[in-house]
């Protein structure tokens, strides 16, 4: 009887043991499973903030590529081109509305000289120059009849003087022995004066005789281009193309809008692309500086708190706050 007793403990004790063994891991599992859990409800948490960080990044992106023109692979219809191109030069009128020739001048044959002379060189530092020169000699029979090492020294300043001198006297000459000393209004007239193209005569007939005319320098030729108004690069073919999206009386103030634009804003190394009010409709956006406040330093001339170009600047330009340049040897500013 004892030893049944003794069996029947044993027996309890091995069905104990047995239970406890089954219910250790189970009870370990419990928390395992809760974290588990933690860790999912985590991740599904961390998956629906990216989810909609990327549904909203991908918005965003939209929205800006619904702003912009066609991308460069696809191409832009004529009418497109023609509304888009259009509607830059109105934005830019808006923005630059005392825009005007940089080159101080009284009559045409000061104008056709300084246009010559500002051929690789700042409208400024040609400003800062003619004074001298014009008061040196104020007619063309004058400078025809100069001692070219005099002019040469006068036009020191504004670079490559010997080259440039040759021309101001070689125009002088012709002016004096074709025209009777006077400065043409024709085309295929200002194109025979030595040191004279296309640029400069569509200058001169745009501003001193007011018959339109396009003027492709390099802030225009850059522009353009970048704007995808065309691919040519001939300055020839840049003028046609130019001038086949805009009606003709438009012009000589296309050419001042897009050039005052080059110089203030869209510069070749680093456009002011934060502050650019024609951002939306321009292909190159974001090739310079978008940050608006950087941007703003960028500005030049007037835009950016600094004198003009011109030592006697219409009187449209100073009624919108600009400021006129120094003489030679004055502090520009810029």
Request: charged content about 25%; overall charge positive.
């Amino acid at each position: 009887m004892k030893k049944a007793a003794v069996g029947k403990v044993a027996t309890k004790k091995a069905t104990a043991t047995k239970k406890a063994t089954k219910t250790a891991p189970a009870a370990k599992a419990a928390p395992a499973k809760t974290a588990a859990k933690r860790v999912a409800t985590k991740k599904s948490a961390v998956e629906k903030v990216e989810s909609k960080r990327v549904a909203s990044k991908k918005a965003a992106v939209g929205k800006a590529a619904a702003e912009k023109p066609q991308p460069a692979g696809k191409p832009e219809s004529q009418t497109s081109l023609v509304r888009r191109a259009r509607r830059i030069n109105r934005e830019l009128a808006e923005v630059y509305p005392y825009a005007h020739p940089e080159l101080d001048f009284e009559n045409p044959f000061q104008l056709l000289v300084a246009t010559v002379l500002s051929a690789q060189t700042t409208d400024l530092r040609v400003n800062q120059t003619t004074p001298t020169l014009f008061a040196k000699y104020p007619t063309p029979e004058d400078l025809a009849a100069a001692n070219p090492e005099e002019v040469e020294e006068i036009l020191r300043p504004c670079g490559f003087f010997r080259a440039k001198t040759k021309s101001v006297i070689g125009l002088s000459k012709g002016l004096v022995e074709e025209f009777g000393g006077e400065v043409p209004g024709r085309l295929e007239d200002l194109v025979k004066l030595p040191g004279v193209g296309r640029k400069t005569a569509f200058v001169v007939l745009g501003n001193a005789f007011g018959r339109p005319g396009i003027t492709v320098d390099t802030h225009f030729q850059r522009l353009v281009r970048r704007w995808r108004w065309t691919a040519e690069t001939d300055p020839d073919k840049i003028e046609a193309a130019v001038g086949a999206l805009f009606p003709k009386t438009d012009w000589t103030d296309l050419s001042h809008h897009v050039i005052w634009h080059g110089r203030r804003m869209c510069h070749a190394r680093k456009p002011a692309c934060g502050v650019c009010p024609i951002a939306p409709l321009c292909p190159a956006y974001g090739e310079g500086e978008t940050d608006p406040e950087k941007a703003r330093k960028l500005l030049k001339y007037e835009k950016g708190g600094f004198p003009g170009q011109r030592l006697n600047p219409p009187q449209a330009y100073l009624d919108a706050g600009g400021r006129p340049a120094p003489p030679l040897g004055g502090v520009s500013g810029t």
